[in-house]
């Protein structure tokens, strides 16, 4: 299947500072991005959907200027989790469709830990 | 959007056939079917997708009735490394996940 490389699988970083997660479609022109958290035992909650070009569509309840999403290209998108606190410590997941009616493919994940 | 509704947990044994079933009674006309598997620690893999009727490939068959408000996913002779979390999605524009299915499959 298609695939998504979502870099770096594992950080941490100090309290008050920004952290930037990638992902990428190797394979195929990603028209709509879609940016997960996800907690221990959890199901995945969506944060937003970003369609190549344009402002992403944040969820209710997430803060757009605390995870700033950008998707400037068809295969690139990135979640920068600004000044980050320890309550943002968590899995974030990004995952990459072609089309409205088509698959989307997942990256492998991100584990945050903000000290 | 449609919401899916599935059961919390299963347990099986290697080698049975195991049959997740999934309900989305507001499914839009536009909505394709979606099963995603996944480990700890990992993003979701995607399984299998279908519209209606049924739709089989080398790991799974997925099974929609007439009136798509429901499908079942079918695992045939699983192993321990199935032994997963698994999700339905009625997906269209957004992907919204619900609770999903904790498989277990015990030797």
Redesign the interface.
């Known amino acids: 299947g298609a695939v998504v490389s979502q870099h770096p699988s594992r950080v941490i970083c100090k309290s008050g500072t920004s952290v930037k997660i990638e992902c990428r479609s190797l394979d195929f022109q990603a028209t709509t991005m879609f940016w997960y958290r996800q907690f221990p035992k959890k199901s995945l909650m969506l944060m937003a959907t970003s369609n190549e070009g344009s402002k992403a569509t944040y969820e209710q309840g997430v803060e757009k200027d605390k995870f700033l999403i950008n998707h400037a290209s068809l295969t690139l998108s990135t979640l920068t989790v600004t000044s980050a606190h320890p309550e943002d410590s968590s899995f974030y997941i990004c995952s990459a469709r072609e089309d409205w009616n088509t698959e989307a493919f997942f990256g492998q994940g991100t584990r945050l830990t903000v000290v | 959007l449609a919401k899916t509704t599935q059961p919390i947990s299963m347990d099986s044994y290697e080698g049975q056939e195991v049959n997740i079933t999934c309900s989305h009674n507001n499914i839009a006309t ?1 909505d ?1 079917i ?1 099963w ?1 598997q996944q480990f700890p ?6 399984i299998i ?1 279908g519209y209606k009727t049924k739709v089989t490939n080398e790991v799974a068959s997925l099974f929609i009735p007439a009136d798509r408000k429901s499908s079942t996913l079918s695992l045939p002779r699983v192993s321990l490394s199935d032994t997963a979390v698994y ?1 339905c999605l009625a ?10 299915t904790e498989l277990s499959v015990k030797p």
């Open positions: 536009n394709y979606t995603y620690s990992q993003g979701p893999r995607f997708q999700y997906q269209g524009g957004k992907l919204i996940f619900g609770q999903g």
